[in-house]
């Protein structure tokens, strides 16, 4: 589009035909995007769908569990991790699976259109691309794996803090609460388990921004690679 419009400017200068690039291009793009938005729309409805029905079937197996699961914490661990991945949102769970499967294909797409015009102006270029790529690959699964190592972790905090939640919270305890002065406690309790759960979370995004921070570097890299290419063509090479 913008090669388009500047040829037309700068050379060609034929209004007619910088009119109907535009009008096509307003066209196309409008076209696009409403079909985009449909099928999101769509899709949408169909996982939340399916997200529900998978969140009653791991409620189901709850009520069926056995009696004797409710005092093991490493069980109880696990169901805390299966519902934080279920209910967790958009961003995690079966939602989120739906969702990285679908924009993969557009991702492809996209990737192999880009290594295409790459490679038309260098191959070196495109080599660039690909190391760019299996890097970013690397640092984000291996935080990824870190991360998921920590899941029981996280479990068991989440859980620790429920409890010190309902019993602060639900009144049945208020009298013992006043009457054996247990607030301190409850307050210094809280506060040390809200400190491990942020010094996890912490420590994860921590190397989430480490590895965006590698991911801005190379891609300034490359985008610098790309450009200076292009202006020394435009230069020297018409």
């Given amino acids: 589009m913008p090669k388009l419009l500047i040829d037309e400017l700068t050379v060609l200068k034929r209004p007619k035909t910088l009119a109907i690039i535009l009008v096509s291009f307003l066209v196309v793009s409008a076209t696009l995007k409403f079909i985009s938005s449909y099928l999101k729309g769509k899709s949408d409805a169909k996982i939340l769908e399916i997200r529900m029905n998978f969140m009653n079937?791991?409620?189901r197996k709850v009520i069926l569990m056995d009696f004797k699961k409710t005092e093991s914490k490493d069980f109880l661990n696990q169901m805390e991790n299966v519902f934080n991945k279920s209910f967790?949102?958009?961003n995690i769970g079966v939602g989120a699976i739906f969702r990285r499967t679908f924009e993969m294909g557009g991702t492809l797409i996209s990737f192999l259109g880009y290594s295409t015009i790459i490679f038309t102006l260098h191959p070196l270029i495109l080599l660039y691309l690909i190391f760019n790529v299996v890097v970013i690959y690397y640092l984000v699964n291996k935080v990824r794996k870190y991360e998921y190592s920590k899941r029981d972790n996280i479990a068991q905090n989440n859980r620790k803090k429920y409890y010190l939640h309902d019993v602060t919270y639900n009144f049945s305890y208020g009298k013992d609460i006043r009457v054996f002065n247990f607030r301190e406690f409850l307050k210094n309790k809280y506060r040390v388990v809200l400190d491990e759960g942020l010094n996890i979370r912490n420590d994860i995004e921590?190397?989430?921004?480490?590895?965006?921070?590698?991911s801005v570097v190379l891609l300034l890299i490359r985008e610098g690679l790309a450009y200076a290419y292009l202006v020394y063509s435009v230069i020297y090479k018409d």
Avoid: M, P, S, Y
């Fill in 57 to 59: 079937e791991v409620q």
């Fill in 88 to 90: 967790g949102g958009d």
């Fill in 206 to 214: 921590t190397k989430n921004f480490k590895t965006a921070l590698i």
